[in-house]
């Protein structure tokens, strides 16, 4: 079996140190301090007090005491209640801590008065789980007096009230008394009480934290050793990743002010292209009317060309006709030539095949002693200028003169 802790510590004035420990608004280094939301009160306070300290100026303004409280009179006992590391962490795995903290309740207010515990808080963010209670003992009897007091003869009665004592528990054969007595509800825990009478030197609380400081010195020493490594290291991973966040500040400048003016460039480069593909379609559309235009132009060029291709044969067959007609003429009147030179003088243009129809009207030619009327030979020019079609008049003009030598 383990044993029992029951540690009594006297508290002068508001003992504000002890409270920020208790409360941890200081948190100790030897604090496991993923654990402290654990830690939690086990006494609940009067209406409109949040803490150990108002807990206690509560229980002493509100106790009717009889006697005013001096400047360096004892005003609160801290109770230390804990056990044997093992057994202790044992019964935190076991989940049984809330019932032994119930059980410690129970014995510090059947002890010392409910009335009287003002606060008790269980820690279980450090090595071994304990409870810190604080209790404000008021008594109503009267408090025992000295030798020189009691030699000394008075003529009046002192009246008897309640007033603020801590001497009264603390006395030698109370205090080994509770040790008995908190053993004895201890005992289902496994804890039982230390040895009475043993020559072990009681240390208080402050010196048990010293203690512990002390026994954490070598790890301590040992930190600081892998603080340093730790430091170097940490140190070496700055520099890596100030390098490494240098680079990218720099390739998040260059992207700003390339990323601002690619999108400039991007934005005119896609407005000219806009305006570009709108200038293509308008180049396409003329282009397509003109290639139409084009296209209609060389059709009807085509059309000219084989019409002057038929103009240019039937001037060739019209020359010809002349030629061969001027010199039928001129063998029925050689003096023909003469005559249509001085007509296109005197009309000062060119001889026309009109014009030498009017030449010979109402004139006689003679063929091979015959006479051929002048009518006939106008119709058969009237025929063939006025004709309509000349395949059809050189067709006539064969025809009539097939056979004949001229």
Known sequence: MGYAVLHFDKAIGNDSA???????????????????????????????????????QHRIENANLSRKISKNQVRAIRILLSGSNDEMNSLFKQNKIDQWCDDNIKWLKETFGEEN??????????????????????VSSERKKKKSELSVKKNYSKKIGNRLSANDIMTRGNLKQYQTSYAEAMQEYGLKRGVEGSTAKHTTTAEYYQYLSRKNGQLILDN??????????????????NEIDSKKVKENIVNLFTGTKTKKLNHEIEEF??????Q?????????????????????????????????????ELKDFKISFLRTINHFDPKIEAKIKTYNKLKSHQVTD????????????????????IKEINNDFIIFLNGKNLDDLLKQYHQRNKGKRI
Request: charged share 25%; proline share 2%; no cysteine.
């Open 224 to 241: 600081e050793h892998l603080n340093k490594e730790k430091s170097l290291k940490t140190q070496d991973l700055i520099r890596i990743n």
């Open 18 to 56: 002890m409270s920020a420990h208790i409360e941890r608004t200081i948190t100790p280094d030897y604090v496991d301090k993923s654990r402290t939301h654990l830690n939690k009160e086990l006494i609940i306070f009067p209406e409109g007090i949040i803490n150990r300290t108002q807990a206690i």
């Open 280 to 316: 293509t379609i308008k180049s396409e559309q003329k282009e397509k009317e003109l290639l139409l235009r084009i296209s209609d132009l060389n059709s009807k060029i085509d059309n000219q060309n084989h019409l002057i291709s038929q103009a240019t044969n039937k001037i060739k």
């Open 354 to 373: 009109e014009n030498i129809i009017k030449l010979f009207e109402n004139k006689s030619i003679k063929i091979n002693n015959d006479h051929l009327e």
């Open 117 to 138: 515990v003002v606060s008790a808080v269980i820690h279980l963010d450090e090595s071994t789980p304990h409870i810190h209670a604080t209790l404000v003992l008021i």
């Open 273 to 278: 292209q806009q305006k570009l593909n709108t």
